[in-house]
């Protein structure tokens, strides 16, 4: 009934016109950062350049001082890799107590969960500020991994709790028998069984740790450890129309965020997909 | 996971009972293993109120065979006699403390009292007063605050209306027959994966005065439409809400194109056939599929358009003269840049009345659909 017809070859090509010209702004994206400081501010914004010219990228680089762009790129990495790693380690084991021993406390402790993830996190953040800086914690990346472990975590907990009741008891049940400890059951049995679910997390925090502007602001804000965002935010505020440096930056920031999608744009699309719905 | 082998089951075909013993042995999600031993049962022949927990099939004359169906998903599994020990210890109890205090510490203990502050005129060092409503009075009588709220209502509104209009009809548009609609869906969905102040960057540049997008009415003979598009009073907000509109619309794309794989093509097919348009298959078959999802879209939308904050700071921090401040943007310059602590913990009081009072209205709004329906 439905078949590829004309017509549909017709909607094909429209709805891929559409789509280029939605994508015109990363177009224009690239095509600036390319050009030289002249080219950039007397070319057409959508003009290619004449030959591709690194410069811009080559200053943002090689920046110094306390917005030093590669600087802010290390302790993004170290920030969001930290998070991601406390993330699945302590959600992973939380919800599985929560998913396998059904007692009072453990269903008690679900809907802790499930509420902080609902609960809208503005009205925390002058306390959590207040409280981190009073400990030391403001400035600093053990400070940030831990605040994001904190915020993050009940999305953590949650979607490794309905994984986890989705898997049959059998595995770690064989393991035990065989003569492991509960402990190695589940590192080495259980845990990683749960790839999927691991990948869900890791993506989720991964983006929003990494793409954070809102709380590194706050808690990193004047301090030497800045985060890629922020760095960026300061770098572009110093520089007055240069657009094909601050557009070096922009590209910059992208760039590992776009090659994890294109490697795992399936995994991307699923996760957000489904870990959002929660 | 193990996969489940979710076999295309049909009513009718009668292959398929056979298939269920070795259904029976793979480990598949408790839900899963009921719906498909029953749609096999049902595939042989046996009705609703005969799916019961053990039965005898008859496949063919000749041959029977007793199974057993798993019990309703949802309960827990049957709860072991009381006093007696599980058959392995799970983990250790205390693997849950460390989320459990985090847990409570970010989210419940820093919630709380942030809304002890709000009701305080705390600057952050010093002493404090119990100031009861006063801050609350103060926002209300604020026309630039006020302003806030109504811009912070205007771009959660706008972006939702606009996002769900234009990722549903992207949805539509690629969902079915199109060769190329996974390069697609991958391409669109590209801007939500990206930084939003990186992405307010671009769409910085294209709002200049001599950017792109006036170079491009010039070129279309509109110079009077030309307009210092992130320096204008009534346009600002609008250039804010176009840039989170280009970049969430995938998002809302990708929940709309699962909700529409969930809408048989036979039942597209059958509707066609009976006659009803494009618009009445929309309207009769394709919405009441994907109300579920219209639900998760509008809720996640509202409460992540009333959250909108980098991009504003990227194109423009505020101005002019308050034009795009939201509670966001003012919460973030009362208590960090003016070191207001008390205040600022009022307007994310406010902030968060709003955010609660929508989901929880449209968490209402959408069972009493269901209700309706069912």
């Known amino acids: 009934m439905f078949r ?160 986890f009741r989705g898997l049959t008891t059998e595995y770690e049940e064989a393991a035990v028998i065989d003569g492991a400890s509960p402990t190695q059951a589940f590192f080495r049995v259980v845990l990683p069984l749960m790839s999927p679910a691991t990948g869900t997390v890791a993506i989720l925090a991964g983006l ?29 505020g110093g520089l007055v129309s240069a657009w094909n440096k601050i557009f070096a930056v922009v590209i910059i920031s992208m760039i590992p965020i776009l090659l994890f999608y294109m490697f795992a744009q399936k995994r991307f699309i699923q996760g957000f997909a489904g870990g959002l719905k929660g | 996971m193990p996969q489940s082998r979710i076999l295309p089951l049909r009513r009718g075909s009668l292959e398929a009972a056979p298939l269920i013993t070795g259904i029976a042995k793979t480990n598949v999600c408790f839900r899963h293993k009921r719906v498909i031993v029953a749609m096999a049962l049902h595939a042989a022949g046996a009705h609703d109120d005969e799916v019961r927990e053990q ?38 109890w205390w693997w849950a403390l460390p989320a459990i205090v985090l847990v409570i510490g970010v989210h419940y203990a820093a919630t709380l009292t942030g809304g002890f502050f ?38 959660a509104f706008g972006s939702v209306i606009l996002t769900n209009v234009l990722g549903l009809l992207y949805a539509l548009a690629i969902n079915r027959m199109l060769k190329t609609r996974y390069i697609l869906r991958t391409l669109l969905f590209m801007p939500v994966v990206l930084s939003p102040l990186a992405v307010a960057y671009v769409w910085k540049f294209i709002f200049q005065y001599d950017g792109p997008l006036n170079g491009f009415l010039g070129a279309i003979g509109l110079e009077e439409l030309q307009k210092v598009w992130l320096a204008d009073p009534t346009w600002s907000i609008w250039a804010i809400l176009i840039t989170v509109v280009w970049q969430q619309t995938g998002f809302v794309m990708v929940i709309y194109l699962a909700g529409l794989a969930s809408v048989p093509i036979e039942v597209e097919e059958a509707a066609a056939l009976d006659g009803a348009g494009i618009w009445g298959r929309f309207r009769h078959v394709i919405v009441p599929a994907i109300r579920p999802s219209i639900a998760i879209a509008t809720t996640l939308g509202i409460i992540q358009g009333l959250r909108i904050f980098d991009q504003i700071l990227a194109l423009t921090g505020g101005g002019p003269a308050g034009a795009t401040e939201t509670l966001a943007t003012q ?3 009362q208590a960090f840049s003016l070191g207001q602590f008390g205040f600022g913990s009022a307007l994310a009081l406010v902030l968060t009345v709003i955010i609660l009072g929508f989901a929880i209205f449209q968490q209402y709004i959408t069972r009493d659909r269901e209700v309706g329906k069912g």
């Open chain 1, 4 to 163: 590829y017809t004309k017509a549909t070859a017709v909607r094909e090509a429209l709805v891929w016109l559409v789509t280029l010209i939605g994508l015109l702004p990363l177009y224009i994206l690239v095509v600036t950062a390319f050009k030289t400081d002249q080219e950039a501010l007397t070319t057409s914004a959508i003009a290619p350049p004449t030959s591709l010219d690194f410069g811009a990228f080559i200053e943002v680089l090689t920046t110094t001082g306390r917005n030093s762009i590669p600087m802010s790129i290390l302790n993004s990495v170290i920030i969001t890799a930290g998070s991601i790693f406390g993330l699945v380690l302590l959600g992973s084991v939380a919800a599985y107590v929560i998913a396998r021993r059904t007692r009072r406390w453990t269903n008690a402790t679900y809907y802790l969960v499930l509420i902080a993830i609902i609960l809208p996190a503005q009205l925390g953040t002058v306390p959590l500020y207040i409280g981190a800086r009073s400990v030391g914690l403001t400035g600093n990346a053990i400070g940030m991994i831990l605040l994001w472990i904190g915020i993050l975590l009940p999305l953590s907990v949650f979607l490794y709790a309905s994984f």
């Open chain 2, 55 to 92: 039965m005898t099939v008859t496949i063919d004359p000749t041959t029977t065979r007793t199974l057993t169906v798993p019990s309703k998903p949802g309960r827990r599994p049957p709860a072991r006699p009381p006093g007696r020990k599980p058959l392995i210890s799970y983990g250790h």
């Open chain 2, 118 to 155: 709000a009701f305080t005129n705390w600057t952050g060092l010093g002493d404090w007063e119990f100031i009861g409503l006063d801050n609350f009075v103060r926002i209300f009588r604020d026309p630039l605050l006020l302003g806030a709220v109504w811009n912070t209502l205007f771009l």
């Open chain 2, 331 to 333: 919460v973030y310059k």
């Open chain 1, 208 to 236: 929003i740790v990494w793409n954070d502007f809102f709380n590194s602001l706050i808690f990193l804000g004047g301090s030497t450890t800045q985060t890629l965002p922020v760095a960026m935010y300061t770098y572009v």
